[in-house]
Structures are given as C-alpha cells and as structure tokens.
C-alpha cells in the first residue's frame, strides 16, 4: 500500500473534503511500536478495505495536524468516513479489534 505522508494541514482538510474513507496514522520516528504495528495495518487496508486511504501525519515534524486532532499519544489512528470522525484509537490498537471498527461503516459506504 502507498502510505502517503501528510505535509500540511490544507492537505489534511482537502483528503478529509475528497475521500469517503480515510485512516490517519498519528506517530513519529521515535515509536518502535509504530515499526511493527504500521506495516500491519497497511496490508490489513489494502487486503480488506482496498477503497480506504491511508495517510501518516508525523507529530514531531507536523505538530500542527496533530494539534487539530487533539493527539497526544502515538500510535493514535483515527478513521473518517464521509469528512466525519467515526472512531479512534491509541497506544494499544489490535488488528482484529481494527477490522471490527472498519468493517461496518466501510461495507456501508462501499
């Protein structure tokens, strides 16, 4: 999957403003967490949800995107379907748990 890097906070808003189904990956450099757990959920996407964007926003290089979602801890994912938030996660996220919480707004909208 072609994880797209966030560069600003207009990107932000216009993906949010285009896509119907949208994950933000919130997490920086420093997260050994985020080296495993990033992979995971890309190929769970692009096996599962073909139609959901993935994007990453780095909290130490792009704080800005991180303020405007009030994300304090990383890993945090937040999903968006139709520019709204339906859900988001911190620090422990588990892939099935992922699916779960995917699986019915996304069969929903596609």
């Not at 797209?4 to 967490?33: G, M, P, R």
């Amino acid at each position: 999957m072609n994880l797209t890097d966030l560069q600003s906070l207009e990107e932000y808003n216009s993906i949010l403003e285009h896509e119907d189904a949208v994950l933000i990956y919130f997490s920086h450099e420093q997260c050994n967490v985020c080296k495993v757990l990033k992979p995971k959920i890309a190929g769970l996407l692009e096996e599962e949800f073909p139609k959901m964007k993935m994007m990453y926003a780095d909290t130490v290089k792009k704080p800005e995107i991180a303020g405007q979602n009030n994300v304090f801890a990383v890993p945090t994912i937040i999903c968006f379907f139709g520019g709204k938030e339906v859900f988001r996660k911190s620090r422990n996220i588990g892939i099935d748990e992922l699916y779960g919480l995917i699986d019915r707004p996304y069969t929903m909208i596609f």
